[in-house]
């Protein structure tokens, strides 16, 4: 097998591999917001030439292979689930263009003959392929906040990390970080300060590529690194075949105790994971879309304005096509960021809302526009004073926080974009109340539109539903009387509204029934009970958990319905993709 590899070009060969399983290639291009999704059409093994299909209506297409090369990443989801994560990214491949029809191109690609990347100072890029593992931990502001990931490629110069697109947030382009430390399979590990020299969206699925120069190193610091490049480039040639002398794994990739135990839980996650259904993928994209939107906000200075409007299209089209999947699906984004989260969730109501109102109703999409981008603004806030958004804060981040709004407002100046009125009434006045006890502009009465005091009581309600900077998650039945007993604050006939639409027991809300059982509640009949549940767990067995939807008829069973819990009281968790 070895000899027929070394006959093959490495990267076609490698290519070819991750074809196999189910997969997404994405063309990007640093002065673009957004990838572009392709397919491969031709793929020749010997010669390494390859032929990429592309539909595009757009008349900028250029820009994704100026200079006569394209950069693209390759994801390809393995296993039984499909949900085991391989990638191979290649920057700069030689590429010639050719357009087919209107909105159809062909991209000729010449692969290159090593899988080794010189780099510009000299060094050579090692890419972390076939499997190849080693995990990394970007210590962002010193003692304070750690950012895990995978490693992508490594070289004497630096590395490429493969982060949650969540964790991306505290992190900024020519940032200094007091420490990057590497851990490889057998448990050996380097450490080294670095600059973030890039960052960008990696694939499809909720995470961003950074690249880390290695900074001060000392002697024996490079000493150990050229050792690690040097190990990693003997496994890369090993596992691509390009070396039939290499017989045998390197010592640095063989598993040791530790990574034996973290791949057996992350196989058994993944396993759970594989069962999530469509529309809770489809929600979970829009949040992923939203975070790379904020990336290209805060780290290019660009608007992704097509990015934000297809995260609004994409939910106004998931509350069509079935509305009561859509709310279930809207619950498991409980472990994702509470900015994101929050900002999903209630764009995802107030479509359900406007939409059941009027389906034709002309300011749905800005509503739903503004709705997304208004918490946006809590992140751009993110530095070392206010190192995260999921800590219980201090009331000096509190304070910083609370100008959000204004933050997001100059951002928005910044990048030159105009929200129509309708979008900006939303961006501004989200937080205000009829009482002036609102932010950050104290208005009151008639200075607030019918749209906000909608959207205000979607929010407090949400919010109160939700454990948040120290404050527990409250029962619907609680958080309705709350915000009933804020005296003027809210609108009570929007209030009642909201309890009519979605009851007592809303769809996506954890139930506990009096024979020990928790159950997500998946629908609800016309009295507001619940019809269908998804069951999660036996509190007399709490260490194991179960799976299992349940109709009407086989309810009672379970017990009687003793009221709507926290899940994290619980320990139950939602599973992110």
Not at 96 to 113: A, G, I, N, V, W
Not at 533 to 542: C, E, G, T, Y
Request: glycine content about 6%.
């Amino acid at each position: 097998m070895n000899s027929l590899a070394q006959h093959q070009n490495p990267s076609a060969n490698i290519i070819r591999s991750l074809l196999k399983h189910t997969n997404e290639l994405s063309v990007y291009s640093k002065d673009m917001p957004y990838a572009l999704t392709a397919e491969v059409i031709e793929l020749d093994l010997s010669n390494g030439h390859m032929v990429l299909g592309i539909e595009y209506a757009g008349l900028d297409i250029e820009r994704y292979f100026s200079h006569g090369s394209v950069s693209f990443d390759l994801e390809a989801l393995k296993g039984a689930h499909t949900m085991e994560r391989e990638t191979y990214s290649l920057s700069n491949v030689a590429a010639k263009s050719q357009k087919s029809d209107s909105t159809h191109y062909r991209l000729r690609c010449q692969l290159p003959e090593s899988v080794f990347v010189q780099e510009n100072r000299g060094a050579v890029r090692i890419p972390f392929i076939l499997g190849m593992l080693a995990r990394v931990s970007l210590e962002v502001y010193s003692n304070n906040l750690n950012v895990p990931g995978r490693l992508r490629n490594l070289s004497v110069g630096g590395c490429m990390v493969d982060i949650d697109l969540a964790d991306s947030i505290a992190i900024s382009v020519n940032q200094k970080i007091p420490g990057v430390s590497l851990e490889f399979p057998n448990g050996e590990s380097f450490f080294a300060e670095g600059k973030i020299c890039h960052m960008r969206p990696f694939g499809n699925h909720g995470y961003a590529a950074v690249g880390v120069q290695f900074i001060n190193l000392s002697t024996s610091q490079t000493e150990t690194l050229f050792q690690f490049v040097n190990e990693s480039e003997r496994e890369a040639a090993y596992r691509t075949g390009s070396n039939d002398k290499l017989t045998y794994h390197s010592a640095l990739f063989i598993p040791g105790l530790k990574e034996k135990k973290i791949l057996q839980r992350e196989a058994q996650e993944r396993e759970k994971r594989g069962r999530q259904p469509p529309m809770e993928r489809g929600v979970m994209d829009v949040a992923h879309q939203l975070q790379v939107a904020l990336m290209y906000m805060k780290n290019r200075d660009v608007f992704p304005s097509e990015i934000l409007y297809d995260c609004v299209d994409t939910l106004r089209y998931l509350v069509e096509q079935d509305r009561k999947a859509f709310l279930y699906a809207l619950a498991f984004l409980r472990e994702e960021l509470d900015w994101v989260r929050h900002a999903v969730q209630v764009t995802g109501l107030l479509a359900d809302l406007l939409l059941s109102r009027d389906p034709h109703d002309p300011q749905v999409r800005e509503a739903m526009l503004g709705a997304l981008l208004h918490t946006v603004g809590k992140p751009l806030l993110v530095c070392e004073a206010l190192p995260s958004l999921k800590v219980n804060m201090n009331p000096d981040q509190k304070k910083i926080l609370s100008g959000h709004v204004t933050t997001l407002r100059e951002k928005l100046k910044k990048l030159a974009w105009e929200p129509s009125p309708t979008c900006r009434d939303v961006i501004e006045n989200a937080n205000e109340r009829l009482d002036g006890s609102g932010y950050p502009a104290g208005k009151h009465g008639q200075q607030i539109s019918k749209l906000i005091r909608l959207l205000a009581v979607i929010k407090v309600v949400n919010k109160l539903l939700h454990s948040r900077n120290g404050e527990p998650a409250h029962p619907p039945l609680d958080a309705y009387r709350i915000v009933s007993n804020a005296d003027t604050a809210y609108d009570k006939t929007v209030l009642v509204e909201y309890i009519q639409v979605y009851g007592l027991y809303p769809i996506g809300c954890l139930a506990k029934y009096s024979g020990s059982f928790l159950a997500w509640v998946m629908d609800v009949d016309a009295k507001g009970m619940p019809n269908q549940v998804h069951i999660v767990k036996n509190l007399r067995f709490p260490e194991t958990n179960i799976s299992s939807v349940i109709s009407q008829s086989d309810i009672s069973q379970i017990g009687k319905l003793e009221g709507i819990v926290n899940p994290l009281d619980y320990g139950v968790k939602v599973l992110k993709i």
